[in-house]
Structures are given as C-alpha cells and as structure tokens.
C-alpha cells in the first residue's frame, strides 16, 4: 500500500513542477495537443463513414428483410466507432510521446536540474538516443495496438465482457503509460524496453498507484494537456527511484 501511494503522490509531484513551470507546461502540452486533434479527426472520419463500411462488410445482408439488414449495419457501425474510441485512448500517450519526444526529452532534462539528479548516461549519441527513443515508442504503440484488439474482443463476451474490458482496459492502460512515461530515463542509460519491463514488475504497486490515475485523467478531454507534462516529470522521477544512480561508464 505504501508503494501505491509513493506512485501517487509522484504524479502529484510532477502536477507541482509543471503548474509552477508555464513555459514547460505549454512545451508539454502543444503536442498533446496535436495528437489529440489528430485522434479526435480520425475518429470523426470513422463516424461520418461507418455508415458506408459497415454496408461495405456486410453484402451477404443485401438479401435480408430491411429491419434485419439494418439493425445488423447499425450494430457493426457502432461496434467499429468503439473500437475507433478504444484504440484512441489506448494509443493516444504512445503517439503523443512519438511526436513531442525532443520536448518531452528537454522537460525530463529540466526535471533532473532541478531536483539534483543523476543525467548521466551510457555515452550514446543524440542521433543514436533519438533513434531509441522512436523505436521504442513504436514499440509501445504496437503493443498498444495489439492490447485494445483483444480489450475489444473481451468486450463481446455476453455480461463478463463489459464488466471486464473496462477493469483490464485501464489496468492495461496504467501499465503501458507507466511504460511510457519512465523510458526517457531508461532509454539515456541504455536499458531496452525488456529491462523496463523487468524493473516495473518488480514495482507494480508503484506503477499501478503512477499509472491508473495518469490513464484515467487523461480520459478527460483537454484534461490531456495538463496531464501528459505533470506525467513527464513524474515519470522521470519515478524511474530515477527504480534505478537508483547510474553506474560509471566502463573504461
């Protein structure tokens, strides 16, 4: 319980930062900002035309009574506007971090100045960090991806499912923004997205007290833009708590 709570109050350590901090805060927030918009117009892409992909997918019901028919392309219209709605929040940190890295990067930097702690790193370049930064997020965002088609499955399963897919979806959520938000540490030191996962599993009542309420508020629209920043900082400073100082480089 103790853990959970340490992983709370982070996050509300990194809200203090960027609330004091204006100039990081509209930094942290103007991608935000775009992947939202960018999310929010697919999305209504998908409605104006699930009409047309709904008819499109079903032509063996061209055949069937019109109250059939419809009642069939509505369902399946609905059902993909879900999964249009579930794939956005499960990918919208993992895209946001893609697009505002070097931001979101500069923010960390400013975290660790500021609090006194270790920047030092593997010695790895800025082309090649950068290149980690992107592979790793890609990653994440395919793993992303993969989790909110099986939560939409899970969805279908009569009773159980409803209950389920909203239970797992933001357990799963926590975990994969937790993921996110400490690897800008993780990435500096030269550790893989495996040791990420390793390190977080030792520390999952952390990761669940950070994760669950940063993937919840950022359920709220324009919430987001606050969010994802306070998160940077929290999650710079929660990885730092796992890692302890780096070691010295090798000679």
Known sequence: MNSF???VRTLGAGFGMIL??????????????ISALLLLGSLGTLVY??????TALTPFADGWAESLRGA??????LAMIGAGALLGTVTFIAL??????????HIAEKTE???GLDTSGDGAGLVRELGRGIRDSLKLLLIALVGAVVLFVIGFIPVAGQIAAPVLGALFGAWVVTMEMVGLVFQRRGLSLADRRRTLRRNRAAVLGFGLPTYLLCLVPVAQLLVIPSAVVGGTMLAHRF???AS????
């Open 20 to 33: 004091r901090s204006p100039k990081l805060l509209l930094l942290g927030a103007l991608p935000a900002l």
């Open 243 to 245: 890692l302890g100082p």
């Open 5 to 7: 709570v340490a992983g």
């Open 49 to 54: 035309y699930s009409g047309d992909l709904a």
């Open 72 to 77: 069939l392309r509505l369902l399946l219209a």
């Open 96 to 105: 946001t971090l893609l697009i505002g890295g070097p931001f979101y990067e």
């Open 113 to 115: 100045e500021r609090l």
């Open 248 to 251: 010295p480089p090798r000679a």
